[in-house]
């Protein structure tokens, strides 16, 4: 299996992402690594929660730094062992174990020649240390459980959900699914693909969409379901969040950490999910 250092490592494109989300306590905390080679510009965005209360905080800039597997946008890095940086009243400081989870979906043949919009390489089961400070307030962490994401490509899709869940009770089940309405090498038509991913008691399953099943969603962005079928499996997540607890990324991105997610068949829920989605149609 790849490290976690050829996994973050800079594909080149003209646009890229690194991410890492992990919940400690009364928080929930994102932070976006953003290059956007086709405009030379860089950011860093967070989203987060103290509490139940989301903001948004960005900075901007035409300097950067991409050297194997670290990734500097103005002071602030994503290395494969670390992260820390200062955006606004926010600083945060923290380890990280990628753990052993690695989801990289493909379609045989046909991904080598990025047909789609994006890329995507992801740690589901990443585990955090250190400590983040919002407003004065410190948080400290301690074998946080989040996830560490790298993706990459010519565009964004023009609509995608996103679910990440990773806190169903005292199970050990890990979910994470990614639908998207995605252009073949940037132009019409536009196709749907995507994938759900779950790990439970050790063993990981994977349906790629339309490889070997069918993704779809229906409903509305507060209460909606994902219906993942293929051979001899059907996987049901119904997600639903409040408006208010979504934060608003632009680009028609919406995004919460106080999600909820049901795995309908088994019984299991997680109240703190990552959902996201742009330009919900």
Same mark, same amino acid.
């Given at each position: 299996?790849? &490290? ?14 690194? =991410? ?6 009364? $928080?929930? =905390? ?15 965005? $967070? ?17 950067? +730094?991409? /050297? ?8 602030? @890095?994503? &290395? ?15 380890? !990280? ?14 991904? /080598? *020649?990025?047909? =789609?919009? %994006?890329? *995507? ?5 990443? +585990? ?6 919002? @407003?004065?307030?410190? =948080?400290?962490?301690?074998? /946080? ?5 790298? !993706? ?26 990614? *639908? ?14 995507? !994938?759900?991913? @779950?790990?439970? #008691? ?8 339309? %490889?070997?099943?069918?993704? &779809? ?6 209460? !909606? ?6 051979? #001899?499996? &059907? ?5 639903? /969040? ?6 608003? $990324? ?6 919460? $950490? *106080? ?13 703190? @999910? ?8």
């Amino acid at each position: 299996m790849p &490290t976690l250092s050829e996994d973050l490592a800079s594909r080149d494109a003209p646009l890229e992402y690194w =991410f890492i989300k992990l919940h400690a306590g009364d $928080l929930a =905390f994102l932070v976006d690594l953003i290059a956007r080679r086709a405009t030379g510009e860089a950011e860093v965005r $967070l989203s987060l929660w103290v509490r139940g209360s989301g903001r948004v905080e960005r900075a901007r800039t035409t300097s950067w +730094r991409i /050297a194997m597997a670290e990734v500097v946008v103005r002071d602030c @890095a994503i &290395t494969a062992s670390t992260s820390r940086g200062a955006v606004d009243d926010i600083e945060w400081d923290l380890r !990280y174990d990628g753990g052993s989870a690695r989801v990289g979906p493909r379609v045989p043949l046909l991904s /080598a *020649l990025h047909p =789609f919009d %994006l890329d *995507l390489i992801s740690r589901p089961c990443s +585990r955090f240390d250190g400590r983040v400070t919002v @407003a004065g307030e410190r =948080f400290d962490l301690t074998d /946080a459980h989040g996830s560490l994401t790298h !993706y990459w490509g010519r565009r964004l899709p023009d609509h995608w959900h996103w679910i990440s869940a990773n806190a169903f009770g005292d199970s050990d089940v890990v979910v994470e699914a990614v *639908l998207m309405r995605t252009r073949l090498w940037g132009m019409h038509p536009a196709v749907s693909a995507g !994938y759900v991913w @779950a790990r439970h #008691g050790g063993r990981e399953h994977m349906l790629v969409s339309p %490889l070997n099943g069918i993704i &779809t969603v229906s409903g509305r962005p507060q209460d !909606y379901t994902l219906v993942a079928r293929g051979l #001899g499996r &059907t996987t049901r997540l119904r997600c639903s /969040a409040e408006p208010e607890q979504y934060n608003d $990324l632009g680009e028609g991105i919406q995004q919460t $950490l *106080l999600g909820t997610c049901n795995i309908v068949d088994r019984g299991l829920s997680d109240v703190r @999910a990552g959902l996201e989605y742009r330009n919900w149609s």
